[in-house]
């Protein structure tokens, strides 16, 4: 089984910043790519940024110049810096990735979620 810890949600101020990590783990845990998806109150669940191991990223229209999706693949570690945070950017944010274990093929995983307020 693959298990994803995210951390570093909170409450900001409008133009300020976080840094999100979420890190995946289990036995013999491979990863192929890992992102950011986030979900504001009454509205469907969207990409934010996602990266592959071999560094490809992708991000959404809303947050490019402001949001830095990056791995560090010897930790199974996701990161998603953000800057110049906006109010509508407040939502819960969900780690996923595409990884196996050592128990488990090649599938998708989800975090619990971490909430990120952002204040006007």
């Known amino acids: 089984q693959v298990q994803l810890v995210e951390s570093g949600g909170g409450l900001v101020q409008a133009g300020g910043s976080l840094r999100l990590s979420c890190a995946a783990s289990?036995?013999?845990?491979?990863?192929?790519?890992m992102g950011w998806h986030r979900q504001a109150p009454g509205k469907q669940r969207e990409l934010v940024a996602a990266?592959?191991?071999?560094?490809?990223?992708t991000y959404a229209d809303s947050v490019k110049g402001r949001f830095t999706i990056s791995i560090d693949n010897g930790k199974n570690t996701v990161y998603l810096q953000m800057n110049s945070l906006k109010p509508e950017n407040t939502a819960v944010y969900y780690c996923n990735t595409k990884a196996r274990s050592s128990s488990s093929p090649w599938r998708y995983h989800w975090g619990q979620g971490t909430q990120v307020t952002v204040s006007s």
């Open positions: 990266t592959t191991s071999g560094g490809f990223t």
């Open positions: 289990g036995s013999g845990v491979g990863v192929a790519a």
